[in-house]
């Protein structure tokens, strides 16, 4: 086997069922499998993949919701291919996509993983597809909105073209086409995480593991990243500021001082207590 393409499911029988025709839509000079975990939807999202799908994908369903890296670690566990794609739910791959980054995986065995451009539904890029590890000085200029052209203080790289094809240090978990050696040598993804921030921490990993990690940006798929709501879920922002507190004290809390590290703990809890204050605000849509 060639390539698996994992996907998590939870309660998106739409999004899935568009995110895995627009795979099965072209033909492939590679053997592929996909494998669609479902996160305990608790609705009928799974039964009815499984009738939509019949044999083309194999299924596995979670008793518990334990968060999208567990839940990608089950697929994980099973898949065959020399390569493996992590991909979202709420995605759309392009024609020649995979063909594209297949045959350049296939060429540059030193890459560990490789993503793609990746645009949101009104054709804006999703500026997660490209960008540096987080850290305290990048992560003041992104917070604070301040301009800069050095790739070191520039976390989102918005001044790296966005159709051309370099290394970088992090891409997104809506697209991540990774040799299946590189990630058995860095380690599947972290479930301390539930969601967001596993991406991050499985590039880092893979990094430290001596692989280079590719944006392609010649090739594109879209992201209906936000589509549902303005309005968050309060267990989202939480996660999303959890995740940072994972990710700094796992990868970055031993290399730094008590004050530091303190300064960046205080910090990520008042932006998490700010931003659950003002969601009470927002209104659905």
């Not at 899935?16 to 099965?24: C, D, E, Q, R, V």
């Not at 094809?165 to 040799?179: N, P, Q, S």
């Not at 590719?214 to 968050?232: D, F, N, P, R, W």
Request: a negative charge; proline letters at 1%; charged letters at 25%.
């Amino acid at each position: 086997m060639d390539l698996s393409v994992v996907i998590v499911n939870y309660q998106t029988f739409d999004l899935t069922k568009n995110t895995i025709n627009s795979i099965l839509e072209y033909d492939y000079p590679f053997s592929y499998e996909i494998i669609v975990v479902d996160n305990a939807s608790g609705d009928d999202s799974l039964s009815r993949l499984k009738d939509y799908f019949n044999d083309k994908v194999k299924f596995i369903a979670s008793a518990e919701n334990n968060g999208f890296a567990a839940g990608n670690n089950q697929a994980l566990d099973i898949a065959q291919g020399r390569y493996v794609l992590l991909l979202n739910s709420d995605t759309i791959v392009w024609e020649n996509t995979l063909e594209n980054i297949y045959y350049y995986m296939e060429k540059h065995d030193n890459v560990g993983a490789c993503g793609c451009r990746v645009l949101l539904e009104n054709g804006e890029l999703d500026k997660a597809c490209k960008r540096s590890f987080p850290n305290v000085k990048n992560s003041f200029f992104r917070l604070f909105h301040i301009p800069t052209n050095s790739k070191d203080d520039n976390y989102n790289l918005d001044n790296l073209p966005d159709d051309e094809i370099y290394e970088i240090d992090c891409l997104t978990g809506a697209f991540m086409f990774i040799r299946s050696k590189a990630l058995n040598e860095a380690g599947f993804l972290d479930e301390t995480f539930f969601m967001y921030g596993e991406d991050i921490d499985l590039c880092y990993r893979i990094k430290k593991s001596g692989w280079k990690i590719v944006y392609y940006g010649e090739s594109k798929i879209t992201h209906l990243k936000g589509a549902s709501s303005k309005k968050q879920k309060s267990k989202l922002i939480y996660e999303f500021y959890r995740a940072m507190y994972i990710y700094y004290k796992k990868n970055h809390a031993e290399e730094s001082s008590f004050i530091v590290n303190t300064v960046v703990y205080i910090g990520i809890a008042l932006l998490c207590a700010l931003k659950l204050f003002l969601n009470i605000f927002k209104k659905k849509v």
